[in-house]
T-cell receptor, first 116, second 110 residues
Framework: GAVVSQHPSWVICKSGTSVKIECRSL??????MFWYRQFPKQSLMLMAT?????????EQGVEKDKFLINHASLTLSTLTVTSAHPEDSSFYIC????????????FGQGTRLTVV | EDKVVQSPLSLVVHEGDTVTLNCSYE??????LLWYKQEKKAPTFLFML????IEKKSGRLSSILDKKELFSILNITATQTGDSAVYLC??????????FGGGTRLMVKP
């Protein structure tokens, strides 16, 4: 199956700093990438949808200035958590779908962010 | 607003039992329904269903979709402890977006 690589797999940062998470599709072109957040024992919550070359579409309640998403190429999307606070600590997962839209979404390995 | 509801929320069975997980949905412009298994990290893909009545099978797992009644089931036969996980159901709309259900947490005891 297709491979999506997410980096880093875990990160600890201080309050007030920014953290960038990368999501790469390794063997296919991903016109659309999705960023999810998952709290312990809960399902995936969609944060935003990013389309290559255009602005991301954020879900209601997600601050676009806090969670900056960039999808500059067909194989890379980044999520930057700006001015992180402890309540931003969570598991962030990206997924990517190929140019052929009706395919499964492939997930990255996830990034566990801890803000101290 | 697209909606996906999974049941049961959690399930405890013994090895060798058969389980059926349910997923019902409401979605505008349905494209497909997907099942994922999530253990400690990110979900891994199991099945994608687009047509009613066609069973998809992979080993002891199988799934089927009913587009008229708007639901899908995931069956696991002869369960093993390694099947313990959260099983997620998601539906895709024409806009390429996935909406996830809350998941079913399955625990298989030896």
């Amino acid at each position: 199956g297709a491979v999506v690589s997410q980096h880093p797999s875990w990160v600890i940062c201080k309050s007030g700093t920014s953290v960038k998470i990368e999501c790469r599709s390794l063997d296919f072109q991903a016109t659309t990438m999705f960023w999810y957040r998952q709290f312990p024992k809960q399902s995936l919550m969609l944060m935003a949808t990013s389309n290559e070359g255009s602005k991301a579409t954020y879900e209601q309640g997600v601050e676009k200035d806090k969670f900056l998403i960039n999808h500059a190429s067909l194989t890379l999307s980044t999520l930057t958590v700006t001015s992180a606070h402890p309540e931003d600590s969570s598991f962030y997962i990206c997924s990517a779908r190929s140019v052929d839209k009706n395919t499964e979404a492939f997930f990255g390995q996830g990034t566990r962010l801890t803000v101290v | 607003e697209d909606k996906v509801v999974q049941s049961p929320l959690s399930l405890v069975v013994h090895e060798g039992d058969t389980v059926t997980l349910n997923c019902s949905y409401e979605v505008t412009n349905f494209r497909s329904l997907l099942w994922y298994k999530q253990e400690k990290k990110a979900p891994t893909f199991l099945f994608m269903l687009t047509s009613s009545g066609i069973e998809k099978k992979s080993g002891r797992l199988s799934s089927i979709l009913d587009k008229k009644e708007l639901f899908s089931i995931l069956n696991i036969t002869a369960t093993q402890t390694g099947d313990s996980a959260v099983y997620l159901c998601a539906v895709s709309n024409a806009g390429n977006m996935l909406t996830f259900g809350g998941g079913t947490r399955l625990m298989v005891k030896p």
